[in-house]
T-cell receptor, first 115, second 112 residues
């Protein structure tokens, strides 16, 4: 039982390049999330998926796209990277919704630098 | 605007001492409040989850309190250990179903 896994762990991109961050969970959770964490700020929601086949925008979706490939996997794509997207990205999963009292499980994070 | 504030921003204590971290929130409608521990270079890990009807919840040496009337919470760490050195994040979930509001965290350093 690996929990939530993310690849890659580190990535350096040049401005304008594209890449996809991968996330998978093996806990049969319905909800999956992508957050970014910047110094001095709380985690901010980029996109979430309440169930397989659905995705919704969070607080900071501009410049990102997501795909809920199946119940296990939720990917985040940067089509044209910008220096403002330099951040640590966390994927998370949870059995139900935030109004319930389920634990949210986080992956180890991807540290992305855009030059 | 929904916000979660935490204080202090950072804290240094000696091993074996107790400490209390504070969290104030303005999230509405409120559903639940969580405390997470985040070690450097790792993802956050859940410590406690409390609903509006719960005043206190413990997880080993960690005890969280909640005052839903004043919209304040605290996390008390007893008999601190070196491994408690981490960031502690307060998170509030709303009642709409998909929104968590994260505080900026308190960075705790426990020195020998």
């Amino acid at each position: 039982n690996a929990g939530v896994t993310q690849t890659p762990k580190f990535q350096v991109l040049k401005t304008g390049q594209s890449m996809t961050l991968q996330c998978a969970q093996d806990m049969n959770h319905n909800s999956m999330y992508w957050y970014r964490q910047d110094p001095g700020m709380g985690l901010r929601l980029i996109y979430y998926s309440a169930s397989e086949g659905t995705t919704d925008k969070g607080e900071v979706p501009n410049g990102y796209n997501v795909s809920r490939l199946n119940k296990r996997e939720f990917s985040l794509r940067l089509e044209s990277a910008a220096p403002s997207q330099t951040s640590v990205y966390f994927c998370a999963s949870m059995r139900g919704s935030t109004s319930g009292f389920y634990e949210q499980y986080f992956g180890p994070g991807t540290r992305l630098t855009v030059t | 605007k929904n916000q979660v504030e935490q204080s202090p921003q950072s804290l240094i204590i000696l091993e074996g001492k107790n400490c209390t971290l504070q969290c104030n929130y303005t999230v509405s409608p409120f559903s639940n409040l969580r405390w997470y521990k985040q070690d450097t270079g790792r993802g956050p890990v859940s410590l406690t989850i409390m609903t509006f009807s719960e005043n206190t919840k413990s997880n080993g040496r960690y005890t969280a309190t909640l005052d839903a009337d004043t919209k304040q919470s605290s996390l008390h760490i007893t008999a601190s250990q070196l491994s408690d050195s981490a960031s502690y994040i307060c998170v509030v979930g709303d009642n709409y179903g998909q929104n968590f509001v994260f505080g900026p965290g308190t960075r705790l350093s426990v020195l020998p």
